[in-house]
């Protein structure tokens, strides 16, 4: 605790429901990232400046990272405090996991700070905490792959149970129409029951694909990447979905969806010529929509939060 | 053609429906097998012989294994034909691929005969002909392990599409009781909708599951082998099934489950002492019941169907 006083972050976004894998597997990503600067301080306090335009709040029990370092804090209790410089690139509402890179950023700054007292596990324990106050719901689908890095499969939350998948060097196009979907509204539109078979053919999808990331099978990814349950319900929230899809694929990406809850849609690609079309296309879509977006071509960010200054 | 005019092979039991890869997962076994012998006539016919006690029908059109070497003869269309004699030790009913075995065993036996024209996709596909015949739909989940060996995944049927899965080397125990679970009753006794949260839990755990086998990590697979959706519904026309499965798990067994649609219950064990242990008191709770059984204490079958003589 005596050696480092501040250390800076980057926080990965990261894409969680990964289709058929609807509240268990999520990927980082290496593009956008928060930056997060922690101090430590000597008073049991918990300040934050914000380098951002989103107005976020500053008040620590309602603010995202805030509530992550009051619960290390109140872990802690040795009256030590820290100080945020938050600068944030991922926007929030955007549907990859801005609350959960300033939950999981706080939390992994703050042990590097602390001389790593706690495992991923705590980690993503404590930054549960920020998802809890960004969502109402204790998940941890963004946070593990923030933490973790490359894939994730959350099999639990309660133990927490989280698996590490081997991820293959894909490309990811992202493109974040800027509408709002309320989570109230995403999450409403589902129905508490569905239909066997559909889950049936969920589950051998989710098999087919951590099957396909494990064998680095490219054609077994793209066959399993199906979401018969939560995308026909979803894509209706986001406009030029279905056309962002079948258009993608003909342009030769293996699959995707949507980005957590969305607005924000994603495709896999194997090769980067391949992702900068979609995002071609992504663009021409919402343009001719007059949607405002803004599209990322990336890769999947096998290390997930990185300490950038010291 | 020319070369060989009979062959004799050994086609395994199978457990399909692996707990949480309800409809998907299965594996193969090396205990219980039938024992196929199948000759090339020169009359495109199909003989059937008998040499077990089961009684079952020796008109091909009504035969598991004969309607699989029909569809064989009606693809070929040259004119032969196959004598079989058919040798079952898996006692059909068990819910241990008893049908499998014979509609694998024939599809197999036919394409060594005829110099192995097919791959392992087109045998499964004559196959699905026996277990249509027998249930009433062509599913492959019994037949893919049989004909490919391990464990597989059956991610789709239309079009079909089998995925190997790595197999560790674990001890299978099976118990069947002796009583009849008719497939109709373990249809109808399933919900054709089931809550969201539970499909999740599934697919999270059939992630896990599959993961569990990739990284050979034993703990993983026993936290993943749950069925949280056919299990409690199931298990219910099976005396003595939660006697079992607890005092397994006690006993130091993975985990397991209802072996297809039952009425056999098999326990995955990490060694042989444990797998003989769990044979015990499987046996101990079927005495005790008044209910005839039989127990096996096996390993994971990797290769599947053999030949054994010519």
């Known amino acids: 605790m005596d050696t480092i006083r501040s250390v800076t972050v ?43 335009d989103y107005g976020l709040p500053t008040d620590p ?3 995202v990272s805030g509530v992550v370092l009051l619960s290390i804090m ?12 938050s600068e944030k690139k991922i926007k929030p509402g ?84 800027q509408i709002e979907v309320k989570t109230a509204d995403a999450r409403q539109i589902l129905k508490k029951e569905i239909l066997l078979k559909n889950a049936i053919k969920q589950w051998g999808n989710v098999a087919g694909l951590v099957a396909g990331f494990f064998k680095n099978d490219l054609d077994l ?21 279905d056309e962002v899809k079948v258009q993608s694929k003909t342009a030769g990406a293996l699959g995707g969806g949507i980005s957590g809850s969305g607005p924000s849609i994603f495709m896999l690609s194997a090769s980067e010529g391949i992702a900068k079309e979609v995002a071609q296309l992504m663009s021409d879509v919402y343009t001719r929509l007059g949607i405002d977006f803004h599209t990322y071509v990336t890769t999947i960010n096998q290390k997930g939060i990185i300490q950038t200054e010291q």
Do not use: W
């Open 61 to 63: 029990v309602k603010n």
């Open 94 to 177: 955007s549907g990859i996991g801005s609350s959960a890179a300033s939950a999981a950023g706080a939390a992994v700054a703050a042990n590097m700070l602390l001389g790593n007292i706690f495992n991923k596990e705590e980690l993503v324990q404590f930054a549960m905490n920020g998802e809890k106050l960004a969502s109402g719901v204790k998940h941890a689908d963004n946070i593990a792959p923030c933490i973790y890095g490359g894939i994730t499969l959350v099999r639990s939350i309660h133990p927490l149970d989280i698996i590490s998948i081997p991820a293959p060097s894909l490309f990811v196009t992202v493109v974040h129409p």
């Open 221 to 241: 990814i793209s066959r399993s990447l199906e979401d018969v349950v939560i995308e026909p319900l979803r894509s209706i929230l986001i406009p030029g979905f």
């Open 74 to 85: 109140e872990r802690l209790h040795n009256g030590v405090g820290f100080q945020l410089i």
């Open 10 to 52: 980057q926080s990965p976004g990261t894409i969680a429901n990964l289709v058929c894998g609807f509240d268990v597997l999520g990927l980082a990503l290496h593009q956008p990232f928060d930056c997060l600067t922690l101090k430590l301080i000597d008073r049991p306090e918990v300040e934050i400046i914000n380098h951002d």
